[in-house]
């Protein structure tokens, strides 16, 4: 049982706005807001100088467990959610094995329950040989399917086997848009090339919307419920900012393809910059801040993929693309909130309201009476250094390595209890398997 926790003249904020209140915990809910006397709590948290904010969700992770384990595992992936103020995560299914059958999805909710530290649930992966499985399993936040280049078994590029999926059943999709085609065309013309800057052109802008682009017309052609992840592309932004009303389609992006910008960042991070869809140059970053600003992108994701120095430091063509993330996009958008970029109600409503929306995750992502009390606490004045070897993710590393930002966590709640605080995870704390309302 969870101890009755009393936050003290916290900032409450919302997308709606902030508003200065006691918030009193109990039993792993939030029982009462308003002007609450301390004899109702065991511990009390003063917070008249914090802000405190529902715990972000993060939609699109890869924690490496099964098969990939000595990259990251549930445990650490979980503990640096922790850390970045993220209390609840959705993993993607390409683990070794694929998680893309009913037993393997039961044995990565089986193994999560006993490492994380935060709240979860994982994908479902589509192949071509799946279709029984994918309306079949339980409580999933949705279907992935990789249009473009993936490894092992998850590849679904032909427009035959995509029509199937979207035809059939009503669940969520999430599809990694890249056109397999194209993507094979440009590797053969830079397939001798040792320069990382030639990742964003194996990669181009024309394979995410091409394979964007037929998802949608999918998803306008069945009233399929459609999520875009990560996307990278202007031209994308503007064909999304006219189709979107036509199918109920949502769309993320990642921090990383609006703050760093080719050539400059495959130059300075070399391989540590490369991930899939690639980070392409400056015009198309500012218009996918534009896009998350004027609503056509919805909410925030990290991809968090991490590899090994020893993985990285492999030449152009074998290194592998992925960087971590999940630890700290939350003090990213604070700092860009800092700098007047955007308000700290957005950033709520990216990363904490609107991912609960869009998944219909029940009961979370508000600081409302009977809401989880998975919460975050910030300190907007903190200013600390993002720093290779200081960091939770196993890795330990960061593309933004040196970062000095203002805005940082400094204790996350998860169902009710204390699980970071003043740098520190509890790891007795275990998070639940996040309810999916179909």
């Not at 850390?83 to 993607?92: H, K, L, N, R």
């Not at 329950?113 to 649930?121: D, L, P, T």
């Not at 999709?173 to 990742?199: G, L, P, Q, R």
């Not at 600390?384 to 996350?412: C, D, H, Q, R």
């Amino acid at each position: 049982m969870s101890p009755s926790i009393l936050i003290k003249n916290a900032r409450c904020v919302s997308s709606q706005g902030t508003v200065k209140q006691d918030v009193l915990i109990e039993n792993g809910k939030i029982s009462k807001l308003g002007q609450i006397d301390d004899k109702h709590a065991e511990k009390i948290i003063d917070a008249t100088h914090l802000y405190l904010l529902p715990g972000a969700l993060d939609p699109q992770v890869h924690f490496r467990d099964p098969g990939l384990t000595w990259k990251e595992d549930l445990r650490t992936g979980s503990m640096a959610a922790a850390a970045g103020g993220v209390t609840g995560f959705f993993d993607m299914p390409n683990t070794k094995p694929s998680t893309i059958t009913v037993e393997a999805m039961i044995e990565r909710k089986r193994v999560a329950a006993e490492k994380c530290v935060v709240n979860y649930n994982f994908f479902i992966g589509a192949t071509n040989t799946n279709l029984d499985v994918l309306s079949g399993v339980e409580n999933v936040p949705g279907i992935k399917i990789f249009m473009g280049s993936s490894t092992g078994d998850l590849l679904v590029s032909d427009t035959k086997d995509l029509d199937e999926i979207f035809g059939n059943g009503s669940r969520l999709i999430a599809v990694h848009a890249e056109d397999d085609d194209i993507i094979n065309a440009a590797a053969e013309i830079y397939k001798n090339s040792t320069d990382f800057n030639h990742h964003q052109f194996v990669r181009p802008p024309d394979a995410a919307l091409k394979a964007t682009t037929l998802a949608v017309e999918l998803s306008i052609k069945y009233q399929r419920r459609l999520h875009i992840l990560h996307l990278t592309t202007l031209d994308e932004v503007r064909y999304l900012a006219i189709q979107k009303s036509k199918a109920p389609i949502s769309v993320e992006v990642c921090p990383q393809h609006f703050l760093l910008s080719a050539p400059y960042i495959y130059e300075k991070l070399g391989a540590y910059a490369q991930m899939n869809p690639p980070l392409r140059d400056m015009e198309h970053g500012e218009a996918l801040w534009k896009g998350l600003v004027d609503g056509t992108i919805d909410c925030i994701a990290t991809d968090h993929a991490p590899h090994t120095h020893e993985e990285k430091a492999k030449p152009f063509g074998s290194a592998p693309s992925g960087m971590p993330g999940v630890e700290t996009s939350l003090p990213l958008m604070l700092d860009r909130a800092n700098r007047g970029l955007c308000k700290l109600e957005d950033v709520v409503k990216w990363m904490c309201e609107k991912p609960i929306e869009l998944y219909k995750v029940k009961n979370k992502g508000q600081i409302l009476p009977g809401y989880d009390a998975d919460l975050v606490l910030v300190d907007m004045a903190k200013q600390k250094t993002i720093e290779n070897g200081k960091l939770m993710t196993k890795v330990n590393w960061s593309p933004y390595n040196g970062w000095k930002t203002t805005g940082w966590p400094v204790t996350t709640i998860v169902n009710g209890n204390i699980v970071f605080q003043d740098g520190e995870i509890d790891e007795s704390i275990k998070g639940t398997e996040i309810q999916i309302d179909h």
